[in-house]
């Protein structure tokens, strides 16, 4: 009897417990379900599913030299897979556990109808691992860290399997391309070449990244520079496990120089215990304090002029308008320049965090439910962990300090004539250095759309009447 392996964001065969298991079981049918309705608006985003197509692709064809078919299918994931279970008379779904709280949901239903394992495979250590000594989950990221390194390193991961048997028959499946899963009319990913979603993409990134990973400490910071791993589309699609990541990257090397990229590598962790904790945390803040803040009401036409301006990279200042940019050019963002875009639409610009979160949920390659909302409430203040709200991060300084030029550069190239000094702040440079570099502000490049100063202000007052 044959069992179905229920493939979601675990898109790969090597250390894929689930995948494992059911090979060594007997004949297995790999499934997909496009599942639009359980997340309700946490569906998958749009760049998320051009990646998507290029990664289901990708293991269906490794899945072909095996012999093997991926069925894919459309609708709620439950529903479907215990209808094919039903119809083909199977009583056992391999699938790796997941937890937003959609997943939650669905492999609720799903196990009151076929007997469902769900197998490890998504983070470093299981949400309940980690916990204080009276069993809560931390809501503090640094002693979580500290205690999940007592529990690591992760087993060593596993190997694709060698053999996977086929079934007598297949289910019928829909074609991947009537999906329409890519953008056409406009094709806004032309951009989107510099990425390889895929298994083997993934394991080809993370090599090259090992090699390098001696300069992330030093260079993570800078967004000119390309020094962190770029593993977060792969990580978020389960391309490859974050197991294999730790070992590939600890692998023969002193642990202060991989200690920092592993310590951010277990934030996912982090953030996946927040969302089981707050399984709503994607839409209420941790400290109910924001709820009463005075946000820009977002019906008036400033509020509509400045979150557009914001979502197009136009505010008139260099860093954050590179950075969304980025974001719209290639679907992922640095995350130094994520932290301050994110600051800038809820402090300077008082937009709700939601917001943004949004934006970024349709826009990020990466877009995860845990890792987006935990960081946006971390950027808003309003998080179980988080970045102060009075500590407003400055754009005007942060550009320079993590030295942006080159980025602003390539993202904004309309300034990219400007001398490094001056590219920062454009409409503080002197009339000959804008004039050399033969830019007119307010007509090549906008005026800021807020002043720095009277933002801030504006900001704390409206953080203080939350606390009367
Ligand atoms: C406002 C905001 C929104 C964000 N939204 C997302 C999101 O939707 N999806 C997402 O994966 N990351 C998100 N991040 C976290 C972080 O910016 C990205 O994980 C990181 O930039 C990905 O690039 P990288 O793979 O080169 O990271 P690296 O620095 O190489 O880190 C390695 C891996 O560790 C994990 N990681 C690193 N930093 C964080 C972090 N702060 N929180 C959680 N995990 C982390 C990622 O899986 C990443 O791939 C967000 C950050 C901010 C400030």
Redesign the pocket.
């Known amino acids: 009897m044959p069992s179905i392996i229920w493939f979601r964001e675990d898109l790969r065969l090597s250390d894929q417990a689930a995948v494992r298991a059911a090979a060594e079981e007997g004949p297995v049918i790999p499934v997909y379900v496009l599942d639009d309705e359980s997340p309700g608006k946490w569906r998958t985003g749009a760049a998320q599913r051009w990646w998507l197509h290029h990664s289901l692709k990708s293991l269906s064809s490794t899945l072909q030299e095996k012999g093997l078919k991926l069925i894919l299918l459309r609708g709620e994931a439950s529903a479907k897979i215990a209808a094919l279970a039903e119809k083909l008379g199977i009583d056992r779904v391999h699938a790796i556990e997941h937890y937003e709280p959609w997943w939650v949901a669905q492999q609720d239903k799903l196990a009151g109808r076929v007997d469902l394992q769900l197998h490890p495979g998504r983070l470093l250590s299981e949400p309940g691992t980690v916990t204080t000594k009276s069993g809560e989950p931390y809501k503090i990221f640094t002693p979580f860290w500290r205690l999940l390194q007592q529990v690591m390193p992760p087993p060593e991961p596993t190997r694709r399997p060698a053999n996977m048997l086929a079934p007598d028959a297949w289910p019928d499946s829909d074609e991947l391309d009537d999906w329409n899963l890519l953008p056409t009319d406009p094709d806004w990913a032309t951009g989107f070449d510099e990425w390889t979603p895929g298994e083997e993409g993934a394991l080809s990134r993370l090599d090259d990244?090992a090699d390098r990973v001696a300069d992330?400490q030093e260079g993570?910071n800078l967004p000119s520079e390309d020094l962190?791993?770029?593993?977060?589309?792969h990580?978020?699609m389960g391309e490859v496990s974050p197991a294999k990541?730790w070992h590939v990257v600890a692998a023969n090397r002193q642990w202060q120089t991989v200690e920092t990229?592993l310590s951010?590598?277990a934030?996912?962790d982090?953030?996946t215990q927040a969302i089981v904790t707050f399984p709503d945390y994607g839409d209420t803040p941790g400290r109910e304090q924001f709820d009463r803040l005075n946000w820009t009401d977002l019906r008036t036409v400033e509020g509509k002029e400045h979150l557009t301006a914001w979502q197009r990279g136009l505010t008139g200042y260099p860093i954050v308008d590179a950075g969304m940019r980025q974001l719209w050019a290639t679907g992922?963002?640095?995350?130094r320049v994520?932290?301050i875009?994110?600051q800038f639409l809820i402090k300077h610009l008082l937009i709700r965090w939601q917001e943004?979160?949004r934006w970024?949920?349709d826009c990020?390659v990466?877009?995860?439910y845990?890792?987006?909302s935990?960081?946006?409430q971390?950027?808003a203040g309003s998080g179980i962990d988080s970045h102060p709200f009075p500590r407003m991060m400055n754009p005007k300084t942060q550009s320079p300090k993590w030295e942006a030029a080159d980025y602003i550069r390539q993202w904004v190239p309309e300034l990219a004539s400007l001398p490094d000094d001056a590219i920062h702040l454009p409409w503080e440079a002197d009339e000959r250095v804008l004039h050399d570099a033969g830019i007119e502000l307010g007509k090549d490049y906008p005026e800021p759309i807020v002043s720095h100063q009277a933002a801030r202000e504006r900001a704390l007052a409206a953080y203080r009447a939350t606390k009367s």
């Open positions: 990244f992330y993570r962190t791993s770029r593993l977060s589309p990580l978020h990541v990229f951010e590598l934030w996912r982090f953030s992922w963002m640095h995350n994520r932290m875009v994110a943004g979160e970024f949920w990020l990466d877009a995860d845990g890792n987006n935990q960081n946006w971390w950027s």
